[in-house]
């Protein structure tokens, strides 16, 4: 079974920084999908972005691309979620998820659609940014 456990949420001033760890256990992490969500109160869900271990590939939504970095330390089976400039409207809860079984796949389909079916969701932390 696997679990995905985030951590490093908290409060910040607009303008700060922020850096989200999902701890991945009971996964190979030579070639899976992780995927960062966001959902603020009464919002959908949106995806922020995705890395595909393997390759390090990226994909970031337009509202965050220049201002987040998400990177992967497969020795530690542990992606990050780097913030920076962070704005109001960053407030939300954030999810990891993970695909280890079609990485390929829900890699291409975040690019393509900004979402994707992952297999794997941890339970979210919570980012505040005052303004």
């Known amino acids: 079974e696997v679990f995905l456990v985030e951590s490093g949420g908290g409060l910040v001033q607009a303008g700060g920084s922020l850096r989200l760890s999902c701890a991945a256990s009971g996964i190979t992490f030579d070639d899976v999908a992780i995927g960062w969500f966001r959902q603020a109160p009464g919002k959908e869900r949106e995806g922020v972005s995705c890395i595909r271990t393997r390759d390090g590939g990226t994909y970031y939504a337009d509202s965050v691309k220049g201002r987040f970095t998400t990177s992967s330390d497969n020795a530690k089976n542990t992606v990050y979620l780097q913030m920076s400039s962070l704005k109001p409207e960053d407030t939300a809860v954030y999810f990891c998820?993970?695909?280890?079984?079609?990485?390929?796949?829900?890699?291409?389909?975040?690019?393509?659609?900004?979402?994707?079916?992952?297999?794997?969701w941890g339970q979210g932390t919570q980012v505040t940014v005052s303004a």
């Open positions: 998820a993970a695909d280890g079984v079609h990485p390929g796949i829900t890699f291409a389909t975040m690019i393509s659609f900004g979402d994707a079916d992952f297999d794997s």
